[in-house]
């Protein structure tokens, strides 16, 4: 038995060894997979150059009315037309200045050029004309710019004739007008603009879009506070008042404007009734002889309207026929200009007259260059029509030398006229502001 198990052990030992030899070694444990590298991070992507700033501002576009391709032909009626948007002050009284230098080198474009400007006057004959354009051409010479000038010569179409030279000539940046006959005018400133030059205006508003921005007064308000004045006097007399109103051109719409807002509050007034002159063509010495034909023949009217620009006509017209009468004196004829003339403001302190409503050309042409800044050189839009000021100058104004006629008077050089500040009707554009918009 012993032999046996002997036995069987060897042959189970025999057998695990065969089957040992036959069966395949255990596989090494696997390695677990080696993790790729990390890629390095990536870089930023490079920051394109910075591009140098751009200097110089681009005007607002402007377009035509809607359903249009050209201002040609696109006014209507132009007694209907209103002009929107308005910028109105309600701010009375003389502005103020602006310090010294404020425009030096303003007008300047970005490769060192001045910008050019074409700049036509009504005529050059009359005071309120001298001043607006002293002030023009000593705003403009400051700033930088390059101004080429035409006299109208009251000649409307000498005032169409140059327009049409200066378009064909060309190479301007913009063109800046006082205009004569307003209406006539609309044509050919639609052709202007659609030859793209920005057009501007002071004095006179020209209906239509084509014009970018006018500064003017408004001049039925003017009249309508010449107006008040008279219904004030007859009302503490308590009299009746014949009001003899001396007119400038009949065919111009400043003038009509005038005429239209003394009638809106005289003519429903129960002791107040206007005659008005021949033309007399803002010329002091039809005035003048209006008056001595007028008031010979009828001893008993005790005012005169003169609408601007006649006042010496209408004193030296009363001291010819002696009833040139001062302030307070029971024969005074109640006397109220409009525009605020050397001579006007002499008549003030003089006591001839009573009252001049202000209409300055200084303030109109400021507001118009500010807008002309603004919109050419600064690229801003700007509103359609700036309302200037107005106001009753007395004698207490007489000798205030930011009031037009007063510095005339004073002989101050047109170089010394500050920039005015007004900001209730545009503020100033400065170097800053060009700066700051067009980076120059």
């Given at each position: 038995m012993k032999k046996f198990i002997v036995l069987l052990v060897t042959v189970a030992a025999v057998v695990g060894i065969v089957f040992a030899g036959c069966v395949p070694e255990a596989a090494p444990p696997e390695a677990p997979p080696e993790a790729p590298p990390e890629a390095p991070p990536e870089a930023p992507p490079e920051a394109?150059?910075?591009?140098?700033?751009?200097?110089?501002?681009?005007?607002?576009?402007?377009?035509?009315?809607?359903?249009?391709?050209?201002?040609?032909?696109?006014?209507?009626?132009?007694?209907?037309?209103?002009?929107?948007?308005?910028?109105?002050?309600?701010?009375?009284?003389?502005?103020?200045?602006?310090?010294?230098?404020?425009?030096?080198?303003?007008?300047?474009?970005?490769?060192?050029?001045?910008?050019?400007?074409?700049?036509?006057?009504?005529?050059?004959?009359?005071?309120?004309?001298?001043?607006?354009?002293?002030?023009?051409?000593?705003?403009?010479?400051?700033?930088?710019a390059t101004v080429t000038l035409f006299d109208s010569k009251w000649d409307a179409e000498r005032e169409r004739s140059n327009l049409s030279d200066a378009l064909v000539k060309g190479g301007w940046d913009a063109f800046m007008m006082l205009p004569m006959d307003t209406v006539s005018l609309?044509?050919?400133?639609?052709?202007?603009?659609?030859?793209?030059?920005?057009?501007?205006?002071?004095?006179?508003k020209v209906p239509g879009p084509a014009v970018v921005s006018t500064s003017a007064h408004d001049y039925i308000t003017i009249g309508e506070d010449a107006g008040k004045l008279f219904a004030e006097y007859a009302e503490e007399r308590g009299e009746l008042l014949t009001v003899y109103e001396l007119w400038g051109r009949m065919s111009q719409s400043d003038a009509i404007q005038r005429s239209r807002g003394l009638h809106n509050i005289l003519d429903p007034h129960p002791l107040v009734t206007v005659v008005e002159s021949p033309p007399c063509n803002w010329n002091a010495v039809l005035a003048q002889d209006a008056i001595v034909e007028i008031f010979s023949a009828h001893p008993e009217w005790h005012a005169i309207f003169d609408m601007g620009n006649m006042i010496s006509g209408a004193v030296e017209g009363l001291?010819?026929?002696?009833?040139?009468?001062?302030?307070?004196?029971?024969?005074?004829?109640?006397?109220?200009?409009?525009?605020?003339?050397?001579?006007?403001?002499?008549?003030?302190?003089?006591?001839?007259?009573?009252?001049?409503?202000?209409?300055?050309?200084?303030?109109?042409?400021?507001?118009?260059?500010?807008?002309?800044?603004?919109?050419?050189?600064?690229?801003?839009?700007v509103a359609r029509v700036y309302d200037c000021r107005s106001y009753a100058l007395t004698v207490a104004d007489a000798d205030n030398p930011l009031q037009w006629g007063n510095a005339l008077r004073m002989e101050i050089p047109f170089d010394d006229y500050p920039i005015l500040h007004q900001p209730d009707v545009i503020e100033t554009p400065t170097r800053a502001m060009r700066l700051e918009l067009c980076g120059y």
């Open positions: 394109p150059p910075e591009a140098p700033p751009a200097l110089g501002c681009t005007p607002p576009a402007r377009t035509p009315p809607e359903g249009t391709t050209s201002f040609v032909g696109t006014c209507p009626d132009p007694d209907a037309y209103i002009f929107e948007p308005v910028i109105s002050t309600t701010v009375k009284g003389i502005p103020t200045a602006e310090s010294e230098g404020i425009w030096d080198g303003l007008a300047v474009k970005p490769d060192g050029t001045p910008y050019n400007i074409l700049w036509q006057v009504s005529t050059l004959s009359g005071p309120w004309v001298v001043s607006s354009h002293g002030v023009a051409k000593s705003y403009f010479e400051r700033a930088g609309i044509p050919l400133i639609e052709n202007i603009a659609d030859e793209g030059y920005p057009f501007f205006t002071w004095g006179n001291r010819m026929i002696d009833r040139l009468y001062p302030v307070g004196d029971a024969e005074h004829v109640f006397l109220v200009s409009i525009d605020g003339s050397p001579v006007a403001m002499e008549s003030l302190e003089n006591n001839f007259a009573d009252a001049v409503i202000a209409h300055s050309p200084w303030e109109e042409t400021d507001a118009c260059i500010k807008s002309m800044f603004y919109y050419l050189i600064l690229g801003q839009p």
